[in-house]
């Protein structure tokens, strides 16, 4: 059963991070996959980036060797967390974060008509102010044609007396944006949520998949332990209150997208039950990668299987990209003595390994 690394991107000097992928296939056959490239000598998630590529030809198995960059560095900060996406009219969308300071980090667009090879310039998709975390792979377009774009808010928070500036809150607050005419304009969800129990995480890094009934699934990381889950049954307008969700793990993201083979669903995060020790500091606690499958629609889950597994190697914000009889997974793998964002991979996945959990 075919389970194997295909790329690795390890970081180097004047290269300290690589990170945050997504993947599309083209008309020709080809996937494209864009990653955040951080250049200089600075990791973090401030430090200077733009939005590189790399193409595989066959499925995945092999990949061009050179980057190819396709959006610089326009942030005053950077650029970073793209997602990319095949719209319903045939164009190929690429979403991406602009990172401008602490008071300024939104969602923007570009589209293309040739396949990738011009984008369009870029448009606004949050047209609120603020901080927003949107993770990479998350954005996704209904069977109704409605553009969903999950989002972290992050408030300026008071610290001290009136004189004190604000500060940014780690505590996010879950919204979405909404598009109803092909990403022209865009709209906040009736609803927003926030963790109704203490923690230092809010609702962090929102996910969501349309489940066939047409009720939307929503998950985020949070401190408490485990994912907390939210629905809606009105594409996106309202959501439920948040709750625990089944899926145990620290705050790490968690990816879940259907397979076009069979149908499940396939959720791939760090479940922490299934260490029996503390890990390593090197993984921030973000191992193992873990796998299941859902043939019910979300209501029970396969027993989770490890993709990952090395203690001091943490492993998150994964891309899941199904090709042929295979998955693509691209993620964060750093750790062993540098930082668990710096490296990334793309693992390709056969289908047969994930049945095997069934």
């Avoid at 969800?189 to 809010?202: C, E, F, M, Q, Y």
Wanted: overall charge negative; glycine content about 10%.
């Amino acid at each position: 059963m075919e389970n194997r690394i295909v790329l690795s991107l390890d970081h180097g000097p004047g290269n300290p991070r690589n990170s945050e992928g997504a993947m599309v296939t083209l008309a020709d056959g080809r996937v494209l996959f864009a990653y955040t490239h951080y250049t200089g000598d600075d990791w973090s998630d401030h430090a200077a980036a733009c939005i590189a590529a790399r193409t595989s030809s066959d499925g995945g198995r092999t990949w061009t060797p050179t980057d190819r960059i396709l959006v610089a560095n326009e942030g005053r900060q950077n650029v970073m967390s793209v997602s990319l996406l095949r719209l319903a009219d045939g164009r190929v969308a690429l979403f991406y974060l602009r990172k401008n300071g602490m008071e300024d980090c939104r969602l923007w667009w570009r589209v293309s008509r040739d396949e990738g090879d011009t984008w369009s310039d870029p448009a606004l998709c949050i047209p609120a102010p603020g901080y927003f975390v949107v993770n990479n792979d998350r954005v996704v377009q209904l069977r109704s044609g409605r553009l969903i774009v999950p989002a972290a808010y992050h408030r300026a928070r008071l610290i001290g007396d009136e004189s004190t500036p604000g500060a940014f809150d780690g505590r996010a607050l879950a919204v979405f944006y909404l598009s109803d005419d092909a990403g022209s304009t865009w709209r906040e969800s009736d609803d927003w949520w926030a963790l109704p129990v203490k923690s230092a995480s809010g609702l962090q890094e929102p996910g969501v998949v349309e489940l066939a009934d047409g009720t939307l699934y929503a998950w985020c990381r949070t401190t408490t332990g485990r994912q907390w889950e939210l629905r809606s049954a009105d594409q996106g307008a309202t959501w439920t209150a948040p709750q625990p969700s089944p899926f145990y793990s620290p705050c790490s993201p968690m990816s879940i997208k259907r397979l076009p083979t069979g149908g499940a669903l396939l959720a791939v995060w760090n479940d922490h039950r299934q260490v029996t020790t503390a890990p390593p500091a090197s993984s921030w606690g973000r191992t193992p990668l873990t796998a299941a499958l859902s043939r019910d629609e979300g209501a029970s889950w396969s027993a989770p299987r490890q993709l990952e597994d090395d203690p001091e190697r943490g492993y998150c914000y994964t891309a899941i990209h199904p090709v042929e009889d295979a998955v693509l997974l691209a993620y964060c793998c750093g750790g062993r003595g540098g930082g668990v964002l710096q490296d990334a991979c793309v693992r390709r996945v056969g289908l047969e390994w994930f049945d095997a959990a069934i």
